[in-house]
C-alpha cells in the first residue's frame, strides 16, 4: 500500500515526522534517486528505494523493541488504572499495532519485547518453540539441592504442573539470589515453582529470551529498536 514519504521515515525509525520534513525541504531525501519534493509524496515500501543523506533506508516491514521494563507498569497495551509498557514507548517508536510479546509481571522488571508482527509473537509463545527465558531471581531463602532437583524434575502448583526447569545459586546477586531457565511461559510461573518448594520470589528480573540477551546499556523504563537479526536471536 502506497504510504507518505514522512510517515514512511517515521516508520523506519530514520526521524520524526519533523525532521522528515526538514530533511526534505533541505534536497537531502531521494526516492529512486530522485530527490524528493515534498513530505507527503507517495511512495510504495519495499519497492522504492529511499535514500537519506546518500544512505539508503532499509525497509523493515515490523518493528521489534526491546525494553527493560520497570516495576509498576503493566505488560499490556491499555488500561485505566495504570501505565502500560506502550505508555513509555518515546514518540518516534510509537506506531499502530504494537503489543507486549509475552508479559512480565507488573512488580516484574528486565527484557521485554514489543511488536508489530504477530506471527513473531506467537512463534515465540508456542510451547512447541521450546523459547528458553532467563531470570534472576531475589528470595526469600537460598536455593537447596533439593530446590535443584525438584526444578529439573518439574515441580507442580495449585493444580498446575511445570516443565523442567533450570535453576542455580547466583551468589554475585546476594546468598538468597538465583537463576532459573524454564521454557513455558504460565501465568506467574517462576513466583509458583517457588512457592511450590517453600520459598517465595521477592524480586523477579528477565535477562534473556531464546538467545537475546537484555542490553546491559538500556536503563530501567528504557527501550530501543532491534534489528530483524537480532530479532531472530530469539529463536536461536
Ligand atoms: N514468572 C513470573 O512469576 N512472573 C513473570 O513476570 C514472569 C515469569
Known amino acids: 500500500m502506497p504510504e507518505r514519504l514522512d510517515k514512511f521515515l517515521v516508520s523506519q525509525n530514520v526521524c520524526t515526522r519533523k525532521e522528515a520534513a526538514q530533511l526534505v525541504r533541505r534536497g537531502a531525501v531521494a526516492v529512486n534517486g530522485a530527490p524528493a519534493l515534498s513530505p ?5 515500501p ?7 543523506e546518500g544512505r539508503e533506508v532499509s525497509y523493515q516491514e515490523f518493528l521489534y523493541i526491546m525494553m527493560n521494563k520497570p516495576a509498576g507498569v503493566l505488560s499490556a ?13 518515546p514518540p518516534e517508536l510509537r506506531r499502530r499495532g504494537l503489543f ?13 519485547l514489543i511488536t508489530d508482527d504477530g506471527g513473531f509473537a506467537h512463534r515465540m509463545l ?26 529439573q524434575a518439574g515441580v507442580a502448583f495449585g493444580g498446575h504442573a511445570y516443565a523442567p526447569a533450570r535453576l542455580w545459586p547466583c551468589p554475585e546477586a546476594g546468598e538468597a539470589a538465583a537463576w532459573v531457565e524454564i521454557r513455558e511461559g504460565k501465568f506467574h510461573q517462576v513466583k509458583r515453582m517457588f512457592q511450590a518448594v517453600g520459598n517465595q520470589v521477592l524480586t523477579l528480573e528477565r535477562r534473556k529470551i531464546g538467545g537475546l540477551l537484555l542490553d546491559s546499556t538500556l536503563p530501567l523504563g528504557a527501550c530501543r529498536p532491534l534489528s530483524p537479526e537480532e530479532a531472530g536471536q530469539v529463536f536461536q
Open 46 to 52: 519495499g519497492a522504492d528505494r529511499v535514500a537519506v
Open 100 to 112: 507486549p510479546a509475552g508479559r512480565l509481571d507488573k512488580d516484574a522488571t528486565g527484557l521485554l
Open 40 to 44: 507527503a509524496q507517495k511512495l510504495e
Open 77 to 89: 497495551t491499555e488500561d485505566r488504572h495504570a501505565p502500560t509498557v506502550l505508555d513509555l514507548l
Open 126 to 151: 508456542a510451547p512447541k518453540s521450546h523459547v528458553y527465558k532467563l531470570y534472576r531471581a531475589g528470595l526469600q531463602r537460598p536455593v537447596t539441592e533439593g530446590d535443584v532437583a525438584a526444578f
